[in-house]
């Protein structure tokens, strides 16, 4: 669909960048389905984070070329751009979705390295059959009771770690919406001190370009000049140098004493 578009060489250039972007995003999420390792997987993430991160920005410098372009487009080309700018915000979102479904998963196999349960094989589980199978039932009432008590007091101090944790978390997360909301704003006007450096440059360029050509005119008709004062005293000169041609209307004018002198010299004519 690109190519039927009509775009500047700004955006084509933009538009290649993001699909080169994307294709490395498929590759990545490819490659990312056959590692097994959760420590490989949350780099390559961590990667691949970063490539999504660089098409949002490519996505803002292609939004703010085409409505700097608008009003020199006609209506059809500018909503073919529009077209364009939401298929990629699409296609973006589609790997979004990719890296929430892999960071799930990794996340589950993080939980199941952690969630080592007592099961019949557990040497913890058989040394307490072994112990309990030498104690008499007094014993076992009040070794339970010991463990009831060691157990309500775990299930306190629990719950004074969960408050404590929950206070935490919320004041947290209040300061990190704020450092996310403030970063986001920063992000964002780096993105547009990037697309203004660019234009600029852009413009620096153009004008290079065209004094460039006007100092090349500027010197061809400075030789010009200088050519015709040459001849021009040349002729002052010698007037009599015939290897020189005569400037259209720059030539001197014939001697007029000269032909005066010769009919002087020939007598009256009868």
Known sequence: MANDLQMSPQLEQIDGEIQDHFRALANGFQKLGKVKDPNRQSKQLEDLTGK???????????????KDEESRNPPEVNKQLNDRKQSLIKELNSYVGLRKTFMSTLG???????????????????????????MSNQELI?????????????????????????????????????QTEQMGRIVNELDTIHFSIKKASQLVKEIGRQVATDKCIMMFLFLVVCGVIAIIIVKVVNPNNKNIRDIPGLAPPAPASRRLLSRSTMGPLY
């Not at 991160?53 to 070329?65: A, G, N, S, Y």
């Not at 196999?109 to 058989?126: C, I, Q, T």
């Open 52 to 66: 999504m991160r660089e098409c949002k920005r490519l996505i803002k410098d292609f939004d703010r070329e085409v």
């Open 108 to 134: 589950n196999k993080r939980v199941e390295l952690f969630d080592m349960g007592a099961g019949g094989s557990d040497p913890v589980a058989e040394d307490n059959v072994l112990m309990a199978s030498e």
């Open 142 to 178: 009040d070794a339970g009771k010991k463990r009831m008590d060691e157990t309500d007091q775990a299930i306190e101090r629990s719950k004074q770690v969960v408050e404590q944790t929950i206070e935490v978390g919320a004041q947290t997360a209040g300061t990190l919406k704020g």
